[in-house]
T-cell receptor, first 112, second 116 residues
Framework: EADIYQTPRYLVIGTGKKITLECSQT?????MYWYQQDPGMELHLIHY???????EKGDLSSESTVSRIRTEHFPLTLESARPSHTSQYLC???????????FGPGTRLTVT | AQKVTQAQTEISVVEKEDVTLDCVYE???????LFWYKQPPSGELVFLIR??????QNEISGRYSWNFQKSTSSFNFTITASQVVDSAVYFC?????????????FGSGTKLNVKP
């Protein structure tokens, strides 16, 4: 069983607020990922990281930012939340590029 | 162009029926990996299988089996004797050597409804 955690699981917040979605893994994986997914729909990669101090943007443009100061931690920040940011955000990690990705439980964000 | 196509948006079966979920992929790389994931209503993606492009052997794990055919660029997933607990959205994914395997390309998913 994968050890990857996301908090909060659910978040309802007003427009304009700054939020940080937390993701941590205890497997020592170098690679970590953030996906955005509307319920039951396709996953879109928004950020990924090869390791500490490396971050890259994914295929879907996102107003969020990420940081990777520690191997186990990969938080995602929205400086000013908008209703268009309402979605599910999934964090994942993998040992190698050729390995399967392990996913966290997700954060369901609603911006009112 | 879509790298991974799951043409079946939604499938409904009655418990104990067999069901096959289709996955067609597109890549120019000779080295790539294919994956299947299950996403139950709780939302978490559960890894089911990984297959590399050099291994075309079919695989069986309990009621699950996978048929990989490079000639048709397909990696289909069959559930035998389906159960209500199999109800979920299933995603097929591809990673390629050209990206150093750093990206997963997911299909749009197939929602499976298994009715009692």
């Amino acid at each position: 069983e994968a050890d990857i955690y996301q908090t909060p699981r659910y978040l309802v917040i007003g427009t304009g607020k700054k939020i940080t979605l937390e993701c941590s893994q205890t497997m020592g994986h170098d690679k970590m990922y953030w996906y955005q997914q509307d319920p039951g729909m396709e996953l879109h990669l928004i950020h990924y990281s090869y390791g500490v101090n490396s971050t890259e943007k994914g295929d879907l443009s996102s107003e969020s930012t990420v940081s990777r100061i520690r191997t186990e931690h990969f938080p995602l920040t929205l400086e000013s939340a908008r209703p268009s940011h309402t979605s599910q955000y999934l964090c994942a990690s993998s040992e190698l590029g050729t390995s399967e990705q392990y996913f966290g439980p997700g954060t369901r964000l609603t911006v009112t | 162009a879509q790298k991974v196509t799951q043409a079946q948006t939604e499938i409904s079966v009655v418990e104990k029926e067999d069901v096959t979920l289709d996955c067609v992929y597109e890549t120019r790389d000779t080295t790539y990996y294919l994956f299947w994931y299950k996403q139950p209503p709780s939302g978490e993606l559960v890894f089911l299988i990984r297959r590399n492009s050099f291994d075309e052997q079919n695989e069986i794990s309990g009621r699950y089996s996978w048929n990989f055919q490079k000639s048709t660029s397909s990696f289909n997933f069959t559930i035998t004797a389906s159960q209500v607990v199999d109800s979920a959205v299933y995603f097929c994914a591809l990673s390629e050597a050209r990206d150093n395997f750093n990206k997963f390309y997911f299909g749009s998913g197939t929602k499976l409804n298994v009715k009692p």
